[in-house]
């Protein structure tokens, strides 16, 4: 296989440009054809060697999402496999996913099926996968996306409540670090000036002297890169990585004040795979198992495979639900009574659902609790700085009387 950049124009009659992979130039131009425009270049890339490779993390969601719609519905108006998605590579402007589908591409070339060629370009998300094979084992791939679809705009509804939640107490963050930055870049130094100029400075205003000397020197570089450090975890939150994100990645669930939201977090993502992959027909020790590949954290991880591994063993999946340490008693009871009633699936959709508005509770409570603490510390810090001038005010009359 081989990698051309082409040049050409599509239905709308705007030029465009591209890759596509394909054993020759012919097959190249063939395939651009069938996906609806007209070629008029192609010439083959010289390969190089990769040395980073991205991965469906830098697929942002509402990009994602079209993917899925579009990947459906080319399908269902009958285009084959490799049209559909040359189709997908046109129209699509991210680099990561053209990178993928050009990689499932080659490999269903190779004679690979799609499922091993969805593993190896790592398009979607390891608990996808086997919803998709699910839907090649019976030759039909429409359902299944449909559903994945369905799944990503419902994580999509969630995650905007969330990010509506806490859009406020970031702002909030945001300007307070501004306002420090000024008030000890600007302010402080002005008022160290006036209180040396009129000289006879009490206890307090020379205390206060003393401390801001020593923020003065590292506020300077401490708050612009606070300032970058909000906007860098904000960005890379709304990225989609639908089974572990950055917070539920790197931090444990005893965590200060966000633990309880990271535990509520973790148990939505395996609620919620776990449901995605019963409904579509996978086993729960398949559904286990693939979950298991996907997520990041190493204590989640663990938990999956232990419970995996004991299916394996031959205990009965009530007694394995028992010991997963993810899911609390309350909800390892509901599964537990879904499992004897022969409606796990809807068990854990109804799990999700609670878990979900618990965890928009804990974030207002959170955002409740940043928005208290900004105000706090602002009303203290111009407090401070009122009483501080009117006793230099006044220090500097006693110092006019005695004169």
Request: glycine share 6%; with cysteine; net charge positive.
């Amino acid at each position: 296989m081989q990698r051309f950049r082409y040049t050409a124009r599509n239905i709308d009659g705007r030029n465009t440009t591209g890759e596509v992979v394909a054993f020759s130039r012919e097959e190249a131009a063939s395939r651009l054809q069938e996906a609806g425009v007209y070629v008029t270049s192609v010439v083959p890339i010289r390969e190089g060697r990769r040395f980073f490779r991205q991965g469906p993390g830098s697929i942002p969601l509402e990009e994602m999402l079209v993917f899925l719609e579009s990947w459906a519905m080319f399908l269902e108006a009958g285009l084959s496999m490799q049209s559909a998605l040359l189709r997908l590579r046109v129209k699509t402007r991210i680099p990561a996913m053209a990178r993928a589908v050009e990689e499932m591409q080659a490999a269903i070339d190779r004679g690979a099926s799609v499922t091993e060629a969805l593993k190896e370009s790592r398009l979607l998300p390891a608990s996808w996968v086997p919803v998709v094979e699910i839907g090649e084992k019976k030759g039909d791939f429409v359902e299944p996306l449909k559903t994945l679809y369905r799944y990503s705009m419902e994580f999509r509804r969630f995650k905007h409540q969330l990010l509506t939640e806490m859009i406020m107490p970031f702002i909030l963050m945001g300007v307070m670090a501004l306002w420090f930055w000024l008030l000890f870049n600007r302010i402080l130094p002005s008022f160290m000036l006036l209180m040396a100029s009129v000289g006879g400075a009490l206890e307090v205003p020379t205390l206060l002297v003393l401390v801001s000397k020593v923020f003065v020197g590292c506020i300077r570089w401490v708050a612009p890169a606070a300032i970058a450090l909000l906007l860098i975890l904000f960005f890379w939150l709304r990225r989609l990585n639908q089974e572990m994100g950055l917070s539920q990645m790197w931090l444990p669930t005893w965590t200060p004040i966000v633990g309880s939201i990271i535990a509520q977090m973790q148990l939505i993502i395996v609620a919620s795979g776990l449901q995605l992959q019963m409904e579509a027909g996978i086993s729960f020790l398949n559904a286990i198992e693939s979950l298991s590949r996907s997520v990041r954290s190493r204590a989640m991880r663990r938990d999956l495979l232990q419970v995996y591994g004991k299916l394996r063993e031959g205990v009965s999946i009530p007694e394995s639900i028992i010991g997963m340490e993810v899911i609390p008693p309350t909800g390892q009871a509901l599964l537990v009574a879904g499992y004897h009633s022969g409606k796990m699936p809807e068990m854990l959709a109804h799990l999700v659902k609670e878990t979900e508005l618990v965890l928009l509770e804990e974030v207002k409570r959170l955002a409740v609790l940043i928005r208290s603490a900004v105000i706090i510390t602002a009303g203290i810090t111009v407090g401070i700085f009122v009483i501080a001038f009117f006793m230099l005010l006044f220090s500097a009359f006693g110092s006019l009387s005695h004169r």
